[in-house]
């Protein structure tokens, strides 16, 4: 049987993929946005490092800084791992993992792709239009972003384009799983990635439209002038920061939850054990997804709510380490007495394991009061959220890629490159992101273009880490490049030995994956 | 493949989407509530200068809008299309009129010298300028799909004539309704919250 | 009722119903009933929505997206959490 790289639609060549609405297909054309996208942000933290390596102007100047910075959260955030993993991984195995020919609404999926293209497009846009590059950060706080001269609106319009592609995903995914299940695939044979995913799109879809509306708002302000959002008018930008982060908090678990759903495929395989406690596993994406919800308000401890607030937001905040906490454990008991590969993918997801561990407990910290009082806006921040996001999400990604590159591509990855990469990416990753933690300690407020003399040595480190980090990235992806024209060929269906669908199908896919609709009779983790 | 047809889904998937649009409603109800509950005297008298005839008169063409939704739907499952495009046409017709409407309203309001930013506007209460900003962001974004709904109506009406929807293929049409309705629900909590609420 | 749900006549019916709750609505925003105007005027605007989900939006069959119902309410809840918890830092600052 052809695979689905064999040209079967409409179109030929380049436009056989820009209008195909196969989900692999769509799958790989976000891998190739997102990537490239996330490589512009890797530049631009690269130089934010650059510039911060010593004490006053070393690169550039204040101002190209505050742009640089914003960028890189825009970018990071909003193009590469909010869609990230249920974009790339999700759009391309979710349907086989349920036992389905492609997603519920395939000519929406490709739509989505192209909204995404769009947004990204006009987020590039602004940059050069108006008044220039957005320099407010990430979050367009108001009522700085009322005032700065650069061009706010485009790029706050820009967001509310990519939020649509969002929801869009979101719905296609829930349908998919509610409707599209192959006969035999009940909800507890559904492998947890596909549960991780099903949470995750939940949350695109219920909290996605909250941030379209804040930031709507916030460009109506620009345009208009209608006072909602602004102080001199009467209203209040505390109520902008309640808007904003009712998205924005639950969109740290549409970055996270996939990533842990992913660790729950790679840790089973490679123990070749079944996951220890897979209802567990299943429900706590649901309580984080739920629970995740309603902790928005521990970002704005210090921005002048109500104690009362709070302080429920902070208790709210610590329950939320309960349900990622069962996951740990069990992650942990699934490789008791299992026989043990370390593969590159299962190394990559054990590094996930210690370095979301070091994030999430760096992030109980900042939940208390009054520790936050003093941690607020400085750099144990930064470095809490890279330790969670690049740590977690990130180290997720590189082993997803690592675990399902044969079946996506039909290639394998080396043997050896992979471990000097993973290695680099360790030490790079702990040397930048780790003394930020300690500059943040002792007061080294985020954001910030100068330091004083006395944070000097410790951002010197962290810049050298930089470097050992980029070097990994370029020699994993310069690998995997590699890998994907010069690989050895993968000619078997199941080379790790796994027991979910993907695993029983030829590699790579044939384009509607199944000849013929599986029948499902055990479990996605029962291995023989 | 592009012929794999699952009605039961495209009816998830529609409403999964109004779920999200019930949400991006939802933050602007939140922005009311707050600043309702902090000028609960100036919104009160605010709401008095709204025209209360003409909120009346939308919400009775917005209900009954919806009541030829749902006979359209009705008669084109029941296979007679004519009826259909009559109870279909009739509710484009009230949605026009909603938004004619809406045009005068806001037209007398921006004649008085009340809009965002206006100069007069902003000599008066803090409270006030909150309270017509609600105001023309709410009814705005409800407005806008309304007239959303407007052109999808006219892409089934299109639909119904080249008989590309009928009795065996209704869901796209149900749909529709199913939006149509959700816009009039909006309504039906912007009405008196902008109206009534004296 | 005919298999497909409704008939003519419950969809008049409801439409009736939607126009007498929302005359009442208007006769009631006349009167002076303190704190409870709004109270009022929000449980007639539920009324009115459950009418058109029920009725007009076929919640009320069920069948294979009856799961649904229950999302309706969820998300209503989802939606008052949001608000009460912006309420704990508004009405105690």
Known sequence: ?528 | MENHRNDGGSKLGMWLFLLSEILLFGGLFILYSVYRFQNPQIFHLAAEALNRPLGVLNTLVLLTSSLTMALSIFFLKKGSPGRSLLFLASTLFLGILFLFNKYLEWTWKVQLGIYPDAPRLLERERGEVLFYGLYYSMTGLHGLHVLVGLGILSVMLFFILKNKINHNHSVPLENTGLYWHLVDIVWIFLFPLFYLIT | MTPEGCGLKTYILVWLGLVVLTGVAVSVAGMDLAGWSTAVALIIAFLKSGLILLYFMHLREGGELRFLRWMIPGVLAILFLFTGLTFLDVAFR
């Open chain 1, 1 to 528: 049987m052809s695979s689905f790289y064999e040209d079967e639609g409409r179109f030929r060549g380049i436009l056989g993929w820009i209008f195909s609405t196969d989900h692999k297909r769509i799958g790989l054309l976000y891998l190739l946005a997102i990537f490239a996208f996330s490589a512009v942000g890797v530049l631009l933290g690269f130089l934010m490092r650059l510039e911060l390596m010593a004490p006053g102007p070393t690169i550039m100047r204040p101002q190209t800084y505050n742009a640089i910075f914003t960028l890189h959260g825009v970018i990071m955030i909003f193009l590469f791992v909010i869609p990230g993993i249920p974009a790339i991984f999700g759009n391309f195995f979710l349907p086989i993992q349920v036992g389905a020919r492609d997603v519920a609404f395939p000519r929406i999926n490709l739509l989505s792709w192209w909204i995404y293209m769009a947004g990204a497009g006009l987020a590039v846009l602004s940059l050069f239009t108006g008044g220039g590059p957005v320099d407010t950060g990430w979050t367009f706080y108001v009522p700085y972003s009322l005032r700065t001269p650069v061009n706010v609106p485009l790029a706050v319009f820009a967001v509310f384009i990519l939020g649509f592609s969002s929801i869009l995903t979101g719905i296609n995914f829930v349908t998919t799983t509610h409707q599209l299940r192959a006969p035999g695939m009940t909800w507890f044979r559904l492998p947890l990635f596909v549960w991780a995913i099903y949470a995750t799109a939940w949350v695109q879809i219920l909290a996605t439209p909250v941030v379209g509306i804040t930031l709507l708002l916030t460009l109506m302000e620009r345009l208009a002038g209608v006072g909602i959002f602004d102080p001199l008018k009467g209203g209040d930008p505390i109520l902008y920061q309640h808007l904003f982060w009712i998205y924005s908090h639950p969109a740290v678990y549409i970055m996270i939850l996939p990533a842990m759903g992913i660790i729950s495929e790679i840790i089973p395989v490679f123990a070749q054990r079944t996951i220890f406690g897979y209802k567990a596993i299943a429900f706590s994406s649901l309580a984080i997804a739920v629970v995740g919800s309603f902790v928005w308000g521990h970002h704005m401890f210090v921005s002048g709510q109500s104690d009362l607030a709070s302080i429920i937001f902070s208790l709210l905040t610590f329950l939320v380490a309960v349900p990622s906490g069962v996951k740990v454990f069990n992650w942990v008991s699934t490789l008791y007495k299992g026989s043990i590969e370390v593969s590159p993918p299962l190394l990559f997801a054990l590094t996930f394991i210690f370095l979301f561990s070091i994030g999430g407990l760096t992030g109980l910290f900042q939940g208390a009061l009054a520790t936050n009082v003093h941690l607020h806006d400085t750099y144990w921040v930064v470095g809490h959220f890279h330790y969670v996001i690049f740590g977690g999400t990130g180290f997720a990604i590189f082993g997803a890629l690592h675990y399902w590159f044969p079946k996506m591509f039909g290639r394998r990855v080396g043997k050896k490159i992979p471990y000097l990469a993973w290695a680099l990416l360790f030490v790079g990753f702990n040397t930048l992101y780790f003394p930020m933690l300690i500059l943040g300690w002792e007061g080294m407020p985020r954001r910030y273009y100068d330091y004083l003399p006395q944070f000097h040595s410790l951002h010197l480190v962290s810049t050298v880490g930089s470097w050992i980090l980029i070097a990994g990235l370029i020699l994993m992806f310069g690998h995997l490049i590699y890998s994907l024209f010069r690989g050895e060929k993968e000619r078997l269906e199941n080379p790790w030995g796994g027991a979910t669908l993907e695993w029983q199908i030829p590699s790579p896919p044939p384009r509607e994956n199944f000849a013929e609709i599986p029948r499902v009779e055990r479990g996605p983790y029962e291995f023989r």
